[in-house]
Structure formats: C-alpha cells, structure tokens
C-alpha cells in the first residue's frame, strides 16, 4: 500500500509533511513510486523551462479518455500548436466580456436569495461557476434545457473522474452503480456540447464573440481549422478546467471575508468607495485592490493539491537522477503552506498581498495557476470573475457562517469545502444595528 493509506486519509497533511524530509521526496502509491517537488526552485526547474522532458502522467494521460486530445492532457509540440490556435479565444475582449457574464448571472443569483434563510453556499458557487463558463463558452446558444442538462451531469463527472483516473481500468468495465452514472453523465454532456456545436457550425456564422466562436475560428499553424472532434475536446476541457476550481475558490473567500469581521468591512469600504453603488465592469477590477488581495490569498491558503508530469527520458530534477517513466507531483498546496515562504502559512491575511506585505518573494514559491508551458489559459478570466463575483455578491450582502458547523478542507481535484451553510444579512440592516 507504500503512502497511500496516509494519502487518502491525510492528504493534506502528509503533503505539508514533506518539505522536512528533502528537496524531491519518494513516495510509494502502491506498488508505484511518485517523487514530491518540496521545493520553490525545483518546482520552478520542472515547469518554466518548457516540457520537452515530461508528459503530463498518469492522471491525466488516463483523463484524456473523457476529454480527449486538449489542453490538459497534451504535452510538448502537440500542445504548442494547440496553445497557440487557442490564443484568439483567451483575448483582454473575451475577459472583458466574460466580467459581464459573470456579474449579470451573479446578480440574478443574488437577487434570488432571501434575508434570513440559510443557504448551501458550496452549492451556489458551483452552480454559479458552472453556469459562468458555460455562458462565456456557448452565449446565446445556452438554452435554459442546456443548463439544466449541464448542472444536472457535471457533478457526477466531477465526483468520480480523479478516482477512475486512479482506478485499475479494468474496474471501470464492471457494471457498478457509480460505473454507469459515469457513463450516463458522460453521454449527456456528449450530446450538450454536440448539440451546440452542429447547431452553431451549420448556420455558419460568428456573431457572438463567445469562445466557440473563437473555437470554430482557430486554426492551426497550417491554416487547418480545428475538426468536431477537437473542438468538442476543448470546451469539455474548459467546462471542466474553469468551474469546479472557481467554484472552490469563490467558496473559501466568502468563507474568509465573512468569518473575519475586520476583512469584511474593509471589503465593504472599498466597494462602497470605488464603485459607489454601481455595479462592476472590468474596468473597475484593478481597482479593488485590497479585494484582489483576498482573492491572491485565496488562491494561496486553498489552491489546487497536486499536479502530475512524467518522465519522458532520464532527467536529474534538484540533487535527485529520476529514470524514463518517472511520476512527479507538484503540490500547490505544499508548497504554499511551507512557513519558509509563507509565515503562519494556516493564517488567512490578505495583507500578505499588500506592497508593505512580504507576497511570493521565492521564484516557485506560489503556483496557484501552474507557470512555464502549462500556465493556466484561463487565469486572467479567472481572476477578473472571482474579483466580480466577490464584489456583486459583498455589496448585496453579508453571509453569516452558521454557528457549530465545523466546515472541512477536502482534497480531491480542488481543495473544497466539505459543506458551506451561511445565512444571508442585508449589509444595510447591520450599519442600522452597529449604529442604533
Ligand atoms: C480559480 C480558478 C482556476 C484555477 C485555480 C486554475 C488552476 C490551474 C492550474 C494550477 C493549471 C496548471 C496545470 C498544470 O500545470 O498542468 C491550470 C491549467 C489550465 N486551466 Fe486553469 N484554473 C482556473 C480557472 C480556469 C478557467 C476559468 C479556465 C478556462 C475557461 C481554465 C482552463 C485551464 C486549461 C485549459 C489549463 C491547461 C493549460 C495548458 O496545459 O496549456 N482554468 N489551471
């Protein structure tokens, strides 16, 4: 069994456990073995220098069952050219466009919330994400049947997919109840995306500035526009890439903002300040600095777990000779909580972020969106949506945790919470009570 009792138990906690140990550690997953990068600078070697030496192991060369040849599962040249036909789909125009996205549907959302009444807000902030990348992918062709179909089928994707990646495959043949809504939710998202992409393909025409536009424009470095089969690829990978992590995100810096009164009200200064009452445009982002910084700690106290590449060759990574086939993972979330570069690493404070704060001073020391080849496409349109999510929602109101619910980090792809109740107060009614 090696480490991976302690991994599927603890996983957070072993992983914060290695840095002690060395530079790349060993650890066994069964009968495999698994080198941790513990440290900022080996870190930095694996990813920056491009991946000519790795591919993107075993998780993911498994996943690219479900979401095919894309972004995430492809490496080295095959992966720049995609990269760089996707360029036109990732353009300051498309982040622009999606801050509007994100701040009309999280309007409508808060709208819909009643003072007083608790509320699943884990569940709202997925369903909200879910439904933010969909509109910034499909526009207008997203009917509310579409949406429906897509929110009732991406939570069983996104529960069993790192657990079948880990899975024997021959597990995944027998007929298990979990095996066949697997299959049932893979199906239904098939025929979703199908159906948009035959539907906006056949009337030919681009006049939505959405990414499937960009999507059905991209063409490859020999002027090929991309096949069904590719551009099915991608979207399944950026409804999976962009919203159960935004999700995550969006969860925890409620939680934060609100458990602690102090950053709470210094939020609801600043949007009072620079938005005087009116809503977010993208313009406004840069502007809230001290909620950017909220959200730069987010991304720092619940980032992704663990990431994977593989050997392709031998490779010597920090002081350690790794032979061909060689599984590495680096971990955001260890290297992020190593009080060598983060003190009081557990402490949520946004000041960190502030110029008088100490930040990232280590090259490697904070990868929320990876670094190198494999950065993250969608990092700029992350952070201007959750900056926009977060202002919509902390000018409508303030979410008060409730009391006695022990609220657990779970790390599967995302490091979520295990459960997220708060209850909805009117930010006005609360000035009146301090001020009566
Ligand atoms: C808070 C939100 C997000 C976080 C924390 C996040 C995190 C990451 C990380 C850590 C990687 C690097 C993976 C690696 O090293 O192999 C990555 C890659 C990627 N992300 Fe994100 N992401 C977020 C949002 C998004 C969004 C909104 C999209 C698209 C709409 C997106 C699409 C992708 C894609 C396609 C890749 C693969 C890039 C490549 O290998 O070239 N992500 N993301």
């Known amino acids: 069994m090696g480490h991976a009792p302690a991994l599927i138990a603890?996983?957070?906690?072993?992983?914060?456990?290695l840095p002690s140990v060395g530079q790349v550690v060993e650890v066994r997953l069964g009968p495999i073995p698994a080198y941790v990068v513990t440290d900022p600078a080996v870190a930095h070697q694996l990813l920056v220098p491009g991946d000519r030496d790795y591919d993107r192991g075993r998780l993911m060369t498994k996943a690219s069952a479900w979401f095919g040849d894309s972004l995430l599962t492809s490496y080295g040249t095959a992966h720049q050219q995609q990269r760089r036909s996707l360029r036109s789909a990732f353009t300051n125009e498309q982040v622009a466009s999606h801050v509007d996205h994100v701040r009309?549907?999280?309007?409508?959302?808060?709208?819909?919330?009643?003072?007083?009444?608790?509320?699943?807000?884990?569940e709202q902030m997925k369903d909200l994400a879910l439904t933010n990348t969909a509109?910034?992918?499909?526009?207008?062709?997203?009917?509310a049947a579409n949406l429906e179909s897509l929110r009732l089928h991406m939570p069983a994707l996104f529960k069993s997919v790192l657990f079948r990646t880990i899975l024997p495959?021959?597990?995944e043949r027998m007929p298990t109840v979990g095996n066949f809504r697997f299959k049932k939710a893979m199906r239904s998202l098939d025929g979703v995306v199908g159906t948009i992409i035959s539907a906006r393909r056949a009337r030919g025409e681009d006049a939505h500035g959405d990414l499937l536009g960009s999507l059905l424009a991209a063409q490859d470095d020999h002027g090929h526009g991309l096949s069904g089969r590719q551009v099915r690829d991608h979207v399944m990978t950026m409804l999976v890439a962009g919203s159960e992590s935004t999700a995550a995100v969006l969860s925890w810096a409620l939680?934060?903002?609100?458990?602690?009164?102090?950053?709470?009200?210094?939020?609801r200064e600043e949007l009072a300040t620079v938005l005087a009452g009116r809503a977010p445009a993208a313009a406004d982002v840069s502007s809230l600095t001290y909620l950017n910084n909220v959200v730069s700690e987010t991304l720092r106290r619940y980032p992704v777990p663990f990431i994977m590449r593989r050997t392709l060759k031998p490779v010597r990574l920090g002081e350690v000779e790794l032979p061909a086939g060689a599984e590495i993972v680096y971990s955001p979330h260890l290297l992020h909580h190593d009080p060598r570069w983060f003190p009081q690493p557990r402490r949520f404070d946004p000041d960190r972020w502030s110029p008088t704060g100490h930040g990232a001073a280590t090259k490697g020391c904070y990868l929320p969106f990876g670094a190198g080849a494999h950065v993250c496409i969608g990092k700029k349109m992350a952070l201007v949506g959750l900056t926009t999510t977060l202002a919509v929602i902390c000018s409508h109101w303030r979410l008060e945790p409730v009391a006695g619910q022990r609220i657990r980090?779970?790390?599967?792809?995302?490091?979520?919470p295990n459960r997220m109740p708060m209850i909805p107060r009117r930010p006005a009614a609360d000035a009146r009570e301090q001020t009566g």
């Open 10 to 17: 603890r996983r957070l906690e072993f992983l914060s456990s």
């Open 135 to 143: 509109q910034s992918l499909f526009s207008t062709d997203l009917t």
């Open 255 to 267: 939680y934060e903002i609100f458990r602690n009164p102090d950053i709470a009200r210094r939020v």
């Open 409 to 416: 980090e779970v790390a599967t792809g995302t490091v979520h």
């Open 169 to 171: 495959s021959g597990l």
């Open 104 to 122: 009309d549907s999280t309007t409508a959302l808060v709208e819909s919330w009643t003072a007083d009444e608790v509320l699943a807000v884990d």
